[in-house]
Structures are given as structure tokens and as C-alpha cells.
């Protein structure tokens, strides 16, 4: 009997296809993974796995898993890819600064 994929290897698993700066929406993000696994949609948070935007109640400090940068256009997002050297900054709801990544190293700057 083969095991279940968690949702953190079923987002892999999908975005595994996805060329580099791929542009995803969250309804599109959400619809895919869903019908393709069976989870709800809620299962999939794409803000969950920004560079440059922290939530306070994401699993953000805890994962430390990344594939996106939050697009000013709301609900879009750019897949840059895990493990990308990113250097920007990451906002707590997009006006309080939470830190700053230089080349893939995060620095917490704020809370």
C-alpha cells in the first residue's frame, strides 16, 4: 500500500512541474493541488510560502520551506523555487517590516 503524500511533499510534487518564475494565482494554486491530491483547498496556503511576506499565524518561523514571491496584484504570486538566493525584504502585512534576506539568509529585523 503506498503512503499518503503529506501536503508539504504535494506542493513539491506540483510545483516540481512548474518552470521557474511560473506566475500562480491562490484560486489556481488552490483548485490544482486539490483536485489532484483531494485535500480541501484550504490545505494550500501559497502566502504560507513567500520570501517577502510573513503572516503571524503561518507556519513561517517553524518551516522555513519557501517557493514564492507575494506580487503587488493581490493573490498572485511568482514561483521563484526552493532554496532561491533571494535578497529583499519580508513584510508583516505588507507595511511593517519583519526582516530581510540577503542571498538566501534570512535576518529578523522585527517583533
Known amino acids: 500500500m503506498e503512503d499518503k503524500l503529506t501536503i508539504q511533499e504535494q506542493i513539491d510534487e506540483y510545483l516540481s512541474s512548474l518552470p521557474e ?14 483536485k489532484t491530491y483531494g485535500q ?7 502566502s504560507d510560502y513567500c520570501y517577502n511576506s510573513y503572516c503571524k499565524d503561518s507556519q513561517w ?3 522555513k520551506i ?3 514571491e507575494k506580487l503587488e496584484k493581490k493573490g498572485e504570486f ?9 535578497t ?3 513584510y508583516y502585512k ?3 517590516e519583519y526582516g530581510t534576506w540577503v542571498n538566501g539568509l534570512f535576518s529578523k529585523t522585527f517583533f
Open 21 to 34: 518564475g511560473t506566475i500562480i494565482t491562490t484560486g489556481s494554486f488552490k483548485k490544482i493541488l486539490s
Open 40 to 46: 480541501p483547498e484550504g490545505s494550500y496556503i501559497p
Open 61 to 63: 518561523d517553524k518551516q
Open 66 to 68: 519557501f517557493y514564492f
Open 78 to 86: 511568482k514561483y521563484l523555487g526552493r532554496n532561491y538566493p533571494y
Open 88 to 90: 529583499g525584504k519580508v
Open 94 to 96: 505588507n507595511n511593517a
